[in-house]
């Protein structure tokens, strides 16, 4: 096993080995040997969100991926390209800029974590509104499972199937099922022009009927979110912004600025801007870092519901803040928000998770002190289907080799 300078704790917990395999055939030999031997194995890309899920039972060896970073197929014109798992986001990025192309994902530390580690927590922006999550980018997948095999799935074509889509199901799995070692991916040309159309409101209803009116209209702008959080280009206060990531032809964004400021102003907005350039990216950058890099006494929560429902999640977030008032971002259409919750008690928490839940959603804590991570499942309870993770696990890693204890119910 090669030993590195890098750090691979998590959660306290460090291996006593490290690997770091160069091939997807040595991932599941690893793998292979790992569960043969009973050692729990956390995968490792660049480690942006290790913080993610409950602490590991058990932990025994790094199996770091950072190797596996080259391009194997790109065909622009098929606007498909295939990469291996552990890439950076950020160069994947820009080698598909040299064509005029992207990847239509905008999540947190989205230019050093890996494809892999993004992949593996469904981890997801702002542009989800347009563009969907990363099961709406991914065609096909190589996994390295703990019976020391390579399991393709998906394909390479933009195509609808029959039968069992295991893309998915490695997809937010925590890397507890298998291993991503390869990934065929959905691309998107570059807008030819981008802006930001924002508005304030003193009035959170007022707010959320116009980032309504903006997500369900013919504009199909790439972000609509609603805010109330420190960020660049936007005034200081507690008012609720509306901002609307306006992204095509310059004649497109033109028109959507047009038309969300004016929409904005006719439901009551106090305050409208627009920002371009640099200051449109700073914002929509900052947007999708919210609450990283936060104290350690500070709860990260991501609260789901319908999005009708955000009014009601901001509500159950703001009686888990001491004043009130937490600052917070919401993807408007799609009932996706994050609450900074500072010092927030195990109580608080798990009245908050209930909350979620009364609402037909869920709450997870993205980010915790260690205490509360020691009491509570960051997961939220499980679910009537539960039943049937497990026995996937049961299935894919029989002798919980992988990421042991981290995933929802513990698994």
């Not at 709406?136 to 703990?146: R, S």
């Amino acid at each position: 096993m090669l030993q590195t300078e890098r750090s691979f704790g998590v959660a306290g917990l460090s291996p006593s080995e490290v690997a770091r395999p160069e091939t997807p055939d040595a991932v599941a030999a690893a793998l292979g040997a790992a569960a043969a031997a009973g050692k729990a194995v956390v995968p490792w890309g660049s480690g942006t969100k290790q913080g993610w899920g409950n602490a590991p039972r058990r932990y025994d060896l790094a199996l770091d991926l950072s190797a596996l970073d080259r391009v194997l197929e790109y065909e622009p014109a098929d606007l498909v390209i295939t990469t291996e798992a552990g890439i950076p986001l950020g160069a994947l990025q820009r080698r598909l800029a040299e064509s005029g192309q992207f990847l239509a994902l905008d999540p947190p530390y989205a230019a050093t974590s890996t494809l892999g580690g993004t992949l593996a927590t469904n981890a997801s922006g702002p542009s989800r509104l347009l563009y969907g999550t990363a099961r709406d980018l991914v065609l096909g997948m190589k996994v390295a499972n703990p019976a020391g095999e390579l399991v393709k799935s998906g394909g390479k074509v933009v195509k609808n199937v029959v039968g069992y889509d295991l893309n998915k199901m490695h997809i937010g799995g925590l890397g507890t099922l298998g291993v991503m070692v390869e990934v065929t991916l959905k691309v998107h040309p570059l807008p030819a022009a981008e802006a930001t159309a924002g508005a304030t409101f003193d009035d959170l209803a007022a707010a959320v009927a116009a980032a309504g009116r903006i997500y369900r209209s013919v504009l199909y702008p790439r972000a609509v979110e609603l805010v109330r959080a420190p960020l660049p280009g936007m005034p200081a206060g507690n008012a609720w912004g509306v901002l609307v990531w306006c992204a095509g032809s310059p004649a497109t964004v033109e028109r959507q600025v047009r038309d969300a400021t004016a929409w904005c102003q006719e439901g009551g907005a106090r305050e409208s801007l627009r920002l371009d350039g640099d200051d449109h990216r700073a914002l929509w950058a900052a947007v999708s870092e919210f609450g990283r890099d936060l104290p350690a006494s500070t709860v990260l929560a991501k609260l789901t519901a319908v999005p009708t429902r955000i009014p009601d999640l901001a509500a159950a977030a703001a009686r888990a803040h001491p004043d009130g008032a937490p600052p917070l971002i919401a993807h408007a259409g799609s009932g996706v928000l994050y609450a900074a919750l500072p010092g927030a008690t195990v109580p608080v928490l798990q009245a908050l998770t209930r909350a979620a839940a009364a609402l037909g959603g869920a709450a997870v804590l993205e980010a915790a002190p260690p205490a509360v991570r020691e009491a509570l499942d960051v997961w939220g309870p499980t679910r009537d289907d539960f039943p049937l993770m497990q026995a996937l696990k049961d299935q894919f890693d029989p002798q919980g080799t992988l990421n042991p204890g981290r995933f929802l119910g513990r698994l």
